[in-house]
């Protein structure tokens, strides 16, 4: 079982309490304030944004092979295989390169702390043991958020565009996002015009970069043998320049001497 | 204690660098990142990484080009040149690590990735090759010291591991100037095609080799100026033909991936991405044309220019992938504070100051008294002062 959440825009009714709830797991702070920022951030790990009448959901979501794992030199996330993207916060030194990389801007940094860290959601990975749904899925009066099975809510979403002819668009986000996403959206109207990027290639993204570094261990050794061997056949060549006098020396016609 | 006192001009904007980076510094662990840039969670990397590292490691790349041409190459001629440029190395990756001090959350955790591996992260391994890179040239540095100080034994054994040292020195900035470009390479969706390609470690790495010769006519000019020492002409000549084909090389390669990748249609788009990619393309492309001329390459001046020229384009192509590119094609904006640029100006202030200072206390422009490195038979190069005499009189 790979624990995943379902958030269809059309049932979302903007009232937030996933963000209440949300914070209060966290043990941040939530008033008016915080709740008006429509935006992921140390303030708040998920966010109901709002389009007209429409709204969407903002959070990480929990890539199935997420590019924050990939990129992390000290390996600070964790892809998990019950499905939630963890983050050790003991082990980041804080680069960022995470955030440049996610595709959905989901990290959030703590810019004003001495001792930063990242914030982001875990899909309430301490409440998968237990069997309990993510408390933004627990809080939602309106079923729009739901937490299961990555491969229920498939079928779920794949259900309710059956049976709404016309409610929804031809589109399940997230079911190939960059490779796949632990999070999956349905929408009324075209993703791109609710807030969410419908240019995102469908490969996962560490392979770009794999596709680079599977060389490394080539390149060293091909080079290490090459500068070795250009190493000891130019300096063969000098000795045997040296041994046949000056005349010989036609190569080394920069050198006055 | 007044000789401390700054005198020159030069000295009184150094000494005022040094004092608001001081303050800054302060800002920056007191404070936070967040008082002390303009970076956000939309953008997270700014000049810091844009500058003071992508263009600082390649600033340094003088050092891997010169080892490799003589030692690995033995084109003995430019062997004047090695130390310069390896102090220069040095020195820059010195720079790159304090920036980075400034740039982590964290600075006190730099060390976490030399314990706590993840393989698949270019960052991982850039950490690494910075890390056993910068080892590599305090080795590859330090017979300047021990000759300094007579210390005889210790240069020995350091010359016996020097080829080792100098291959690995290759293949380690080899790796990490081409993962540069790399680190780009998961951010299809947030850098703009003019500068995104899947070419982009190869591009990194070329340039880079293009900055390491014109590094090296740059300083020499410079040095020449300020210790009456410079490098022969017909070098510096020999330089810029080399430099010219390796330009030639890399607009090639760049303007064929950009056409390839149908990247040209971008340029009809309004907006100041275009300039920033033209200002880049012209100052890359002038010094190459420019030097393929005979008539230039005799003029040591001409030389230096197309020099500094194709040195500017290569930190406009950095600053456009780290923050152009960046920034249209996610729609984000981002100046950095003027705390940023204090960091970034006075840490290039240092860098120059620890130059003159180094090589006014060591031997770096001097022939080598001790006898010669790695199996090579140095023939004394006679000592000519009329190099770039034109330019700059020697004092």
Known sequence: MARAILYDSTRCVGCRECEKACSSRWGLPYDELIAAEEKVSVKKLVTIRTHGERFSRKSCMHCQDPACVSVCPVGAFTKTAAGPVVYDGTKCMGCRYCMAACPFQAPAYDWNSRLPKVSKCDLCSDR??????????????????????????????????????GQYVDKIYGLQEVGGTSVLMLSGVPFDQIGYRTDLPVRALPGYTWDVLKHIPDTVTVGS???SGIYWLTARRQKVAEAEGDGARGFRKGVRS | MTRFLPKTFWQLVFAALMAAS?????????????????????????????FDVLCGVGLAAGGFTLAATVHIFHLERFKPIVRPAILTAFIGYLLVIVALMFDLGQPWRIWHPLIMWNPRSVMFEVGWCVTLYTTVLALEFAPVVLERFGLRKPLRILKSVMLPLVIAGVLLSTLHQSSLGSLYLIMPHKLSPLWYSPLLPILFYISAIGVGLAMTIFESYHSSRAFGRQLEFPLVKRLSEVLAVVLAFYLALRLVDMKSRGAFQLLESPGIERWLFGLEMVLMALPMLLLFREKIRNQPRAIYWCSVSYLMGFMAHRMNVAITGIESASGVRYTPKWMEVVITLGLIALGFAVFRWVTALLPIFSDEEERPSIAIKVKPMPVRNDAFQTVAPVR
């Not at chain 2, 007191?30 to 700014?46: A, E």
Request: some cysteine.
């Open chain 1, 225 to 227: 043998v090459m500068l």
């Open chain 2, 22 to 50: 001081a303050y800054v510094t302060f800002v920056r662990f007191y404070h936070g990142l967040g008082s002390s840039t303009n970076l956000n969670d939309q953008f997270p990397w700014g000049l810091w990484i844009g």
């Open chain 1, 128 to 165: 998968a043991a237990a069997g309990k749904p993510t408390r933004c899925s627990e809080s939602c009066p309106a079923e729009a958020t739901i937490t299961g099975d990555r491969d229920d809510l498939v079928r779920e979403a794949r259900k309710r565009m059956a049976e709404n002819p």
